[in-house]
T-cell receptor
């Protein structure tokens, strides 16, 4: 069965520092890949997605992610984090393209310190 | 655009009662909506797929008689937790698929259910 792994449960980064959140998937083919952010009291917000084409994807809020087929990874990056980036981040995949069901990773909680 | 609301945002009920949670797409029509459950500090687990005008499709292990889903219109899906028990306490989240753009789901803010 397909799965999504986010190895880091919790990451703490200083404001202004760079960020990389890891995501690996297990699936025979290339799935559709997503990164969502969840802030308290708000719904999950789509940061970016990858379906095909350029493996470096730009998203909202200054985030980007790179798809690496050889590593089955889709890591999320941001060159300089802001205090408002503190939230829970979820990587997700769609592998059954007929029903668009999302399979989520376990999430990474990001804490920003001054 | 593409806003999804949920009501209520928080509900506390007694064991044995039923609770209805509404999910609305405010500015678009959604043929398909999804219902998820999120346990504390854990990921979202898909419970069921709600299709307008037809029966919901439940994931393996989800009791369809306990979690009743109705997708009566293109902008509204409801989840009713019947005869709720403390183990049903959780964070319930819905999402709606924007029209024909079936690759993008928009999520509601979630409903915190506490069963006493």
């Amino acid at each position: 069965a397909q799965s999504v792994t986010q190895p880091d449960i919790h990451i703490t980064v200083s404001e202004g520092a760079s960020l990389e959140l890891r995501c690996n998937y297990s699936y025979g083919a290339t799935p559709y890949l997503f990164w969502y952010v969840q802030s308290p009291g708000q719904g999950l917000q789509l940061l970016l997605k990858y379906f095909s084409g350029d493996t470096l994807v730009q998203g909202i809020k200054g985030f980007e992610a790179e798809f690496k087929r050889s590593q089955s990874s889709f890591n999320l990056r941001k060159p300089s984090v802001h205090w408002s980036d503190a939230a829970e981040y979820f990587c997700a995949v769609v592998t059954n393209f007929g029903n668009e069901k999302l399979t989520f990773g376990t999430g990474t909680r990001l804490t920003i310190i001054p | 655009g593409a806003v999804v609301s949920q009501h209520p945002s928080r509900v506390i009920c007694k064991s044995g009662t039923s609770v209805k949670i509404e999910c609305r797409s405010l500015d678009f029509q959604a043929t398909t909506m999804f219902w998820y459950r999120q346990f504390p500090k854990q990921s979202l687990m898909l419970m069921a797929t709600s299709n307008e005008g037809s029966k919901a499709t439940y994931e393996q292990g989800v009791e369809k008689d306990k979690f009743l889903i109705n997708h009566a219109s293109l902008t509204l899906s409801t989840l009713t937790v019947t005869s709720a028990h403390p183990e049903d306490s959780s964070f319930y989240i819905c999402s709606a698929v924007l029209g024909t753009h079936t690759d993008t789901q928009y999520f509601g803010p979630g409903t915190r259910l506490t069963v006493l």
